[in-house]
């Protein structure tokens, strides 16, 4: 799950020193013709990328709203519904997160710095927080992760300490060694794997239809990579591939979460100039900036997808996602605000706080893997309800309304 923010992360980072000559906007859009557009990636075509009709739309709605209700029931729906005796949260605590909770779900994405603020102010986590409450639960799997750590066995590509609100390193290598056990005990169960798959489709479908786009291009290439993923003879060439690039273990954390969700935000933090030279340009008007935009992106995804050395490999068909995706996230981060704006910072607040609450020992126990495993899915739900509920109320309910002539 969770695929659409490796968009943003593929084409900010550097891979050939094809993209390093592409030096600005100019060159952007003189990579290649614009007739070229439908052949893009092989088989992109630009009508997946224009708007579309308001019976498409409304039939886009409809299927959204109609798959979110037939999710794939989880074999921990049971629990996830009832407070586990042995749970590290207080009463107070648990309240006071449940009304942050029901605070975000309400609020809109302009209220980012307020939200986050009211997240930070709770006492900072700790390993010494989990045990004074706790006395009496011996945090067995995170005992394993700090030996494993005093070993040096756990290996990372890069230390992402403070951004998961960790004290220092150390517990930060030793969460990650629990958490890849965790999240291993999680997805042996094909039901959550469906359910992992299907709401991160789910997602990424409602953002494009606050951009009013044609999901079809996405929803094809989409089930491709998932297809490919599932075949367990694609994983020694995908490891190989992502060995390339860093990435120490093919593992759902060290993969989606990582390489594809935190780079993503990194980045996202940090545009590239070759885009923030578009959008900053006070001379042109929005629609030609949105135009420029996506002739920058899919130029860069066809030189990238050239260069790969597998062309039908994982990589290749991160790519052929990220193509049918990649421009409305940018022109949502950096552009106007719209409902695409919110939509898509609003994605991101709930992704940052999934982040957090992973490596917090309030909120998931570090006791048993079987443990972790169902606390996992607990917040991960969480943050799909959370997501998809704020996108029918704010956004997805009004689209109809809005595309509907006066």
Known sequence: MWFYLCSYQAISSPQSSQVDSVKDYGDFLNVHDSADFPALLGHLS??????????????????????????????????????????????????????????????????????????????IRSTDFALDKAPNVRLELYEEGLKAEDRNDVAYRTLRTERVECHSDKEYIAKLHCLRIGLAELTRDDTVKRWMEESGRLMIESILCAAGRNCDGFKESYEKLVTFCRNDENWSTMEEELKSRKVVEVTFFD??????????????????????????????????????????????????????????????????????????????????????????????????????SMFNLRRVRYTTKEQMAEDLIKVMRERFKSFMGYMHERVLKNQLQVATPS
């Open 46 to 123: 630009v009508s997946n990328h224009e708007r579309v009709s308001l019976d498409k739309l409304e039939e886009q709605l409809q299927s959204i709203v109609c798959r979110v209700h037939n999710l794939p029931e989880l074999p921990l729906d049971a629990s996830i519904s009832d407070c586990d005796d042995d749970t590290l949260l207080t009463d107070d605590e648990g309240n006071e997160r449940r009304r942050v909770s029901e605070c975000s779900n309400a609020s809109d994405t302009e209220s980012t710095t307020s939200w986050f603020s009211a997240r930070d102010s709770w006492e």
């Open 255 to 356: 993969v989606v979460i990582d390489f594809v969700l935190m780079d993503a935000f990194e980045h996202l933090e940090d545009p590239p100039s070759k885009v923030t030279a578009i959008t900053d340009n006070r001379w042109l008007g929005d629609s030609l900036k949105e135009s420029a935009i996506t002739t920058a992106v899919w130029s860069i995804l066809k030189i990238k997808r050239r260069s790969l050395l597998r062309p039908n490999g994982f990589i290749a068909h991160l790519y052929d996602v990220c193509a049918h995706i990649t421009p409305d996230l940018a022109w949502g981060f950096l552009g106007p605000d719209t409902p695409l704006k919110n939509s898509c910072y609003r994605f991101k607040e709930e992704v940052v706080e999934l982040l957090a």
